[in-house]
């Protein structure tokens, strides 16, 4: 095989990064595409290939022969099935983060994707991006020291326009918004740390989205439209104060890592800005990255070494590509993936366990609060590239 062909399922937002995957003299192409919706098929081929098949049945594109792998970009509740089902027609698997809600589906695909066997990879983006790169050579090559303590505050700017004027805001459809936004953010701690989450206890609430408006209002409709802070006429636009909504808008997490590292994990979606702000200290400093202004910043301790002779600051580069060039370099990391088996950076495991972190950490929440062992299933190898074992 010297071309993968690609076919997409769920032809909405997350969609676009399939354009990176249409490069007709390249070593990808886009040969089809599935969805619910006749105006998202129309636009996707409009957008990426005018010669794609389209269909509103995934079945039909899973049956073709002239597609070697897909895309799973559909809402949550639907990668499992989707995950699986394309694993028993033969297909390679780009599925798009959280891999399911129940740690429990993460295992149902897991093992479907080792009796396959195909590739499976998982769209954790941010490990793409160079902020998180960077920050994650800076913490290897050991200036900070090791790792105790980590930081995580997310300001969900425009949480009601990304999250609560659709599907996202139902349990049924995410668990939790702790899967959905903030599986890319226990990932994260998970890389940088090189440990995953043992235990969680957890805090949360619905302060402000949801409500008593009735379930099949949108927007457009409405007679508040003009004075509603939350009013949308781009994306999908249910009202945000329906009362079908019952995910946490919220939401604080105490972790205790593999070693005994602390980590907290902020996440609030009525933030009047948008920001990921992490911060990590080790023994013999500290790394903050600020991602407003494109920079992360080491300060040091003394420590008995040159290490503390310095402060540093370091300022990322722009580039290309949406995500900060994550998508396009994660897009062609799936294809290398599955053209010359060169393992990517991410990996199957470290998509379940985000899944049953936030899913311990979202049970923790409705229990008051308890504490939560974070359950490992049966999948952890041996050795692993992102994490290792430690016993």
Known sequence: ???????????????????????????????????????????????????????????????????????????????????????RAGKHVYCEKPLAITPEGCDRILDEWKQSGKHLMIGFNMRYMAMYQTMKEIIDSGVIGEVKAVWVRHFVGLGGYYYYHDWHGTRDNTTSLLLQKASHDIDIIHWLTGRYAEKVSA?????????????????????????????????????????????????????????GIKASYLQCHFSPDYSRNYTFIGTKGRLENDDVNDKIYVKTRKSGSWHEMSDRVYEMKQMPGTHGGADPRICQDFINLVLFDKMPLTTPFAGRMSVAVGCAATESIRAGGKVVQVDQGRHRPAVQNDVPVHG
């Open 203 to 259: 805090f949360g609430s619905l302060d402000y989205y949801g409500g008593d408006m009735p379930n099949d209002l949108h927007c457009p409709e409405c007679e508040l439209q003009n004075t509603c802070p939350e009013a949308s006429f781009e994306r999908m636009t249910q009202c945000a104060f329906r009362e079908e909504i019952d995910v946490e808008d919220n939401s604080m997490v105490i972790m205790q890592l593999e070693g």
């Open 1 to 87: 095989m010297k071309q993968v062909r690609m076919g997409v399922i769920g032809a909405g937002n997350r969609s676009m990064i399939a354009e990176y995957w249409h490069q007709p003299g390249g070593n990808s192409v886009v040969t089809g595409v599935a969805d619910i919706s006749m105006e998202a098929l129309t636009d996707f081929k409009q957008r990426v290939n005018p010669e794609a098949f389209a269909t509103t049945d995934y079945r039909e594109l899973l049956a073709r022969e002239d597609i070697d792998a897909v895309a799973i970009l559909t809402p949550d509740h639907l990668h499992e099935e989707h995950a699986i089902a394309a694993f």
